[in-house]
């Protein structure tokens, strides 16, 4: 089969390529390896709702249209959006088809998939940016009475043992984890190790709106002189609920959750941990008053002092001073470690050779190191939102008109 | 303060951004070794000698040979010819921290004028004489303590100090563990 473009995933970011696609009559099929929506029906645990709220998720062509603007949806209404989006824009979807190699070929790329191959001159690699956990290697070296599991294998609290549980990571997803774990009646020790610290409403608004209007999510990744460190970035602690609270350290200590440095090491069964605590709680708190610092400068120049509430500080982030270095993983006080040490994507299936030694895409803002070879939905890809649905849109403008140029050739550019 | 004279604290940033950028694509050239050789002398005193080191590919020497008398003072009943091994430690931490200082103030354009760190380090020595078990030979806890005199808000000066730490190697050796194998030839 032969079409001129084929993009690689048909969730958020593919089919906000579809239809940019489609806006320029460019030919295109997008292959899906499951249905719609794949990851996430598939990879998400039960209680996950979006962190940005129901307003944020504007694809082109396509917005909210509830009466809850400010609500965050859940994993059952973000599938039946993102299904909806793709009945909407008629994308050319082929479900249950699983791309197992993509080579170069003359005049483009061959594209084999289990119910076939296609040929064309471009391909989009929309296929997420959370395939693959993150483990550390030292995951290895926990005694084998000790349950571990990965964040992508986390449903809910039930899965889990009777007793201790310590999470590793405390990105979105090990605070939420965490949270709820704790609540389960299960203690949570959380090992922190860089974080980003944000309120889910600061000056009586979502901290999504601030940083939409403000311009914070539009920066640009040409503005960055250090990309490598942006794009790696843990997700800011967030949660979208309906009483709109915080999941920061404070919040989780709340409820009783035990705070622990960075996992450095685990040597003989016993874990020992980071002791730079106190600095990675002062570097968060520091870069969040920036983030705030920032957002009262632009209420002010914009006139909005009046009208919302006034400048704050939130509380310092507690740490006990010296807090344990190490935990011996025999004493039974851990049952189950969660690893929520992030999330990479799974190109095994990409036979070009654009990956670095780290196993990423070579990308110049989604446009990859081979001629016609596009990349979506990764963090900071063209902007910081790259990683929000809502960044999706922006990102298939810039990047079909891109491969729109790219197809023209360069005698008409 | 308004200020024409551009921020200087002596340090090369530009250098720095560019070996960043050409290490990234280079890794094997980034990899170092660092050495030290100690002789004994005599009780607990021992000099230590550092020259050569390995780098960027090639092998490297200091502009001198450095050493660094070590000993212990008069109340562990020895002659105090040096520093305690310990007092070297937290040296070298507030060392590698004010490098980073100097270094992060220059990135983010911030001119300092002083810089003082003041360190601390807890020991019970009942663990290095062997008088309870339960008790670590090394520090129980270390506290260091800036004073910054800089063109800078507070909280700007506490961003650099924080970024010090974070992308310091003796702070990095101290709060996380290391596989340490000793030989003998």
Request: proline content about 5%.
């Amino acid at each position: 089969m032969h079409t001129t473009s084929v993009v690689i995933g048909a969730g958020h970011a593919g089919l906000a390529m579809s239809r940019c696609l489609s806006d320029r009559a460019i030919d295109h099929v997008v292959l899906e390896r499951g249905d719609v929506a794949n990851s996430w029906k598939t990879e998400r645990w039960d209680s996950l709702r979006l962190l940005t709220p129901n307003w944020q998720s504007r694809l082109p062509g396509f917005g909210y249209e509830g009466e809850d603007p400010d609500g965050f949806r859940n994993m059952a209404e973000t599938i039946a959006f993102i299904e909806r989006y793709a009945k909407v824009i008629s994308a050319p979807v082929e479900t249950r088809t699983t791309v197992t190699s993509v080579r170069s070929v003359d005049g483009g790329y061959e594209v084999t998939t289990d119910r076939g191959a296609w040929s064309a001159r471009t391909v989009v690699i929309a296929s997420g940016a959370c395939n693959l956990p993150n483990v550390p290697a030292l995951a290895d070296l926990v005694p084998a009475e000790i349950a571990t599991l990965a964040a992508l294998e986390y449903r809910n609290p039930d899965q889990l043992d009777e007793g201790g549980v310590m999470v590793v990571g405390a990105s979105a997803t090990g605070t939420q984890m965490a949270a709820e774990v704790q609540r389960s009646g299960r203690p949570v020790t959380l090992s922190v190790g860089e974080h980003v610290r944000v309120p889910r409403i600061y000056r009586g608004l979502d901290i999504k709106w601030w940083m939409d209007r403000c311009g914070v999510l539009d920066e640009h990744y040409t503005e960055y002189d250090n990309l490598e460190r942006v794009r790696n970035l843990p997700s800011p602690q967030l949660a979208g609920s309906d009483d709109r609270r915080t999941v920061d350290l404070n919040s989780l200590t709340d409820i009783g959750v035990k705070l622990i440095g960075r996992l450095a090491g685990i040597n003989d069964g016993n874990a020992q941990f980071s002791g730079s605590l106190q600095n990675q709680c002062v570097l968060s708190d520091l870069k969040m008053n920036r983030l705030l610092d920032r957002i009262d400068e632009w209420a002010t120049e914009n006139g909005l002092d009046e009208t919302v509430e006034s400048p704050h500080r939130f509380e310092p982030t507690r740490f006990e001073t010296s807090p344990p270095l190490g935990l011996s993983l025999a004493s039974g006080k851990i049952r189950t470690i969660i690893w929520a040490t992030g999330f990479r994507p799974d190109y095994s299936w990409l036979d070009v050779p654009v990956l670095d030694r780290k196993g990423r895409i070579r990308h110049d803002g989604g446009v990859a190191e081979a001629p016609g070879l596009y990349l979506m939905g990764i963090p900071f890809l063209r902007r910081r939102k790259s990683s929000l649905i809502d960044g999706a849109g922006d990102d298939a403008r810039d990047l079909s008109a891109h491969l729109a140029s790219f197809l023209d050739g360069p005698s008409r550019s | 303060m308004e200020t024409t004279t551009p921020v200087d604290n002596g340090v090369n940033v530009e250098a720095l951004l560019e070996a960043r950028e050409a290490l990234s694509d280079a890794p094997e050239a980034a990899q170092f070794q660092w050495r030290a050789t100690c002789e004994w002398v005599s009780g607990t005193h021992s000099r230590s000698t550092v020259e050569g080191f390995f780098g960027l590919g090639e092998e490297h020497s200091h502009k001198s040979k450095f050493t660094f008398d070590a000993d212990h003072p008069e109340v562990f009943a020895s002659e105090d010819h040096g520093a305690t091994p310990v007092e070297l430690v937290l040296a070298a931490l507030a060392s590698c921290l004010t490098a980073g200082v100097a270094s992060v103030a220059q990135m983010r354009d911030i001119q300092l004028r002083s810089v003082t760190a003041t360190l601390e380090g807890g020991m019970n020595i009942q663990g290095i004489l062997g008088a309870d078990n339960d008790v670590r030979n090394g520090f129980d806890g270390i506290k260091v303590t800036y004073d910054i005199d800089a063109d800078a808000t507070p909280d700007d000066i506490r961003a650099v100090v924080a970024q010090s730490q974070k992308r310091s190697a003796v702070y990095d050796v101290i709060t996380n563990p290391t596989n340490v194998s000793v030989e003998v030839n």
